[in-house]
C-alpha cells in the first residue's frame, strides 16, 4: 500500500516526519559551526567534570587483623555492590598507610589515620572525609595486677612492646608519656619495636611483660589478649586529663563486669583513652568514590554495635589536622544525595555535583528548544524574503538593460535563483508565498525573454 492511497492519518503522519527531517537536514547543513561549538562545550563540560569514576580503588589498612583491615573488608563488600573494586593493602601501621596514600608515585588512594598523629601541612596531597571509629588504647600487662599510682616506675625496665616504628601505637604512646615526663628513646632495648602479631605473641609466652595496641574492641587481636587469664588490662587512671590536653581524644570504660559476668571481670570499671581513626583520600579522588566511600562509613557504622557505644556518632569531622574535603563537607552540612538507592551511585554523585549548572543551563536550552520551530518558520521566510530581494534587483537591471549580453547575464542569474531554491526547505506554512515567489520568478523570466527577442 502506498502512501497516496493509505489513510488520511498515515499520509499526515508520513508527511509530518518527512517535514521535520528535512528540517534538521537543513538546519545542520547551514548551523554546523554553532551546532560544533555547542557539542564542543558539552564535551569540554564533560571532560571537566569527569562523570565516570574509576573502577578500581586502592584502599591501605593497616596490620593484618586490625579494626582498619576489618573496616577495610566491610568497605569491600559495599563498593563490590556498585560495581568498584576496592583493593586493600597491609601497611606497618597508620603512619605508613597514610605515608604511601599521600605519595603520588604509589598505587596506594587512602587510608586511615590513627587521630594525633598529624599535624596540618603533613600531607598535602591528601583531604580528610572525617572521623569513622573510636580505637582505644590497651596496655595489656603480665603479673599481679597494678594498684598503685606511679605506673611509671611499676613498669620501668621490663621488656614492653610498643607498636612497630612509625606506627599509630608507638607514635600515640609516646606523645601521652611525653605529658608525664617520659622520653621513649631508640636505644632503650625493653622496648620493644613489634608487629601486633608477633608482640602478641611474645607477650603470651612469657617473652615480654607488657603490650601496647590501638585497636578497636572486635578486633582478633584484642579478642585473642582479652581471653588470656594472666593478662591484665592497664587503667588510666588520669585518661581525663590526657583528654583535656589532646581534644582529638574521648575518654572510654570498659564496665564492671562487661567482659564476663558470670566471673564479674572486670571487678572495677577500666578507663582508657581512645583516638580516633580518620579517612583520608587523595586529594584529586573523584567525587563519587568520596560520596561511595562515605557512604560506606555510615552505613558500616550503622549496622555495627560497637563495645563502647560510640558507633552512631560516625563519620563525624572530629580529627581537624587534615582539612576536610568538599564532598565530605557537602555530605555533613546536607546529608547523603536524596536520589542515593534510586540510581547508580556515580549518576547521584554526579547530579548532586552539576544540579545547578544544569539547572542554568536548563533555563537557556528550554526557550531556544521551545523557539525552534519558529527559527525554522523564521529560516523559511528569510529564504523567500531573500530570493524577492534578488528577484528584485534582477527586475531592475532588466528594465535598465540596453544590450544582449546584459539581458543574459540577468537570465543566467535568474537560472542560479530558480536553481538554488530548488534544493531548499520550506516550512508548510509558508508554501503558497514560496509558491507565489515561483511564479513571479517564471514573468520575470518570460519578460527578459521578450525582451531579448526584440534586441
Known amino acids: 500500500m502506498t502512501v497516496r492511497k493509505s489513510h488520511p492519518f498515515i499520509r499526515f503522519i508520513y508527511n509530518r516526519l518527512r517535514e521535520e527531517h528535512l528540517a534538521w537536514r537543513i538546519m545542520f547543513r547551514e548551523e554546523w559551526v554553532s551546532l560544533l561549538v555547542v557539542l564542543g562545550s558539552v564535551l569540554l563540560v564533560v571532560f571537566f567534570t569527569r562523570p565516570l569514576p574509576p573502577r578500581e ?11 582498619t583491615e576489618q573496616l577495610g573488608r ?7 555492590q556498585e560495581g568498584v ?35 596540618r601541612g603533613d600531607y598535602p596531597h591528601l583531604v580528610s572525609l572525617g572521623s569513622v571509629q573510636y580505637l582505644p588504647l590497651w596496655f595489656f600487662y603480665r603479673g599481679p595486677q597494678f594498684t598503685g599510682l606511679d605506673a611509671i616506675s611499676y613498669f620501668r625496665g621490663k621488656p614492653i612492646a610498643i607498636g612497630r616504628e612509625g606506627s599509630g601505637t608507638e607514635l600515640l604512646l609516646t606523645r601521652i608519656l611525653a605529658m608525664r615526663g617520659v622520653k621513649i628513646s631508640g636505644d632503650n632495648a625493653n622496648l620493644r619495636r613489634l608487629s601486633h602479631a608477633d608482640a602478641t605473641e611474645q607477650l603470651l609466652s612469657g617473652k615480654i611483660e607488657a603490650m ?15 581471653a588470656h587469664p594472666e593478662l591484665h588490662i592497664f587503667d588510666f587512671a588520669y585518661a581525663d586529663a590526657y583528654v583535656k590536653r589532646m581534644p582529638y581524644l574521648e575518654t572510654v570504660t570498659i564496665p564492671r563486669g562487661s567482659l564476663n559476668l558470670v566471673k564479674l571481670d572486670p571487678p572495677q570499671d577500666i578507663h582508657m583513652i581512645a583516638s580516633t581513626i580518620t579517612l583520608l583520600v587523595e586529594k584529586n579522588m573523584h567525587p563519587a568514590i568520596q560520596q561511595l566511600f562515605l557512604q560506606a562509613a555510615d552505613k558500616t557504622s550503622q549496622n555495627v554495635e560497637g563495645f563502647f557505644g560510640r558507633t552512631d556518632q560516625f563519620p563525624a569531622y572530629i580529627d581537624k589536622s587534615i582539612p576536610l574535603s568538599e564532598v565530605a563537607q557537602r555530605f555533613y552540612d546536607k546529608g547523603a544525595p536524596w536520589l542515593t538507592g534510586m540510581l547508580p551511585f556515580w549518576i547521584v554523585s554526579y547530579i548532586d555535583r552539576m544540579w545547578l549548572f544544569v539547572l542554568g543551563l536548563f533555563a537557556i536550552v528550554l526557550p531556544l528548544f521551545r523557539l525552534l520551530p519558529n527559527y525554522r518558520l523564521f529560516r523559511s521566510r528569510q529564504l523567500i524574503s531573500d530570493a524577492y530581494d534578488e528577484l528584485k534587483v534582477i527586475e531592475e537591471r532588466m528594465y535598465a538593460a540596453t544590450s544582449v549580453e546584459q539581458l543574459r547575464y540577468l537570465s543566467e542569474r535568474l537560472e542560479a535563483l530558480d ?37
Request: aromatic share 6%; proline share 3%.
Open 212 to 226: 601496647a595496641i590501638v585497636d578497636g574492641f572486635d578486633s582478633p587481636t584484642i579478642q585473642n589478649l582479652l
Open 419 to 455: 536553481d538554488e531554491l530548488g534544493d531548499v526547505w520550506v516550512s508548510s506554512d509558508e508554501t503558497n508565498r514560496f509558491y507565489t515567489m515561483k511564479s513571479a520568478i517564471s514573468l520575470v523570466r518570460r519578460e527578459i525573454g521578450e525582451r531579448l527577442q526584440r534586441l
Open 74 to 80: 566491610r568497605y569491600q563488600e559495599i563498593f563490590a
Open 85 to 119: 573494586t576496592l583493593t586493600l593493602i597491609n601497611t606497618a601501621g597508620s603512619h605508613e598507610s597514610i605515608a604511601e596514600a599521600d605519595d603520588t608515585k604509589t598505587p596506594v588512594n587512602a587510608g586511615f589515620l590513627l587521630g594525633g598523629i598529624a599535624h
Open 57 to 67: 580503588v586502592t584502599l591501605a589498612v593497616g596490620q593484618p587483623g586490625s579494626t
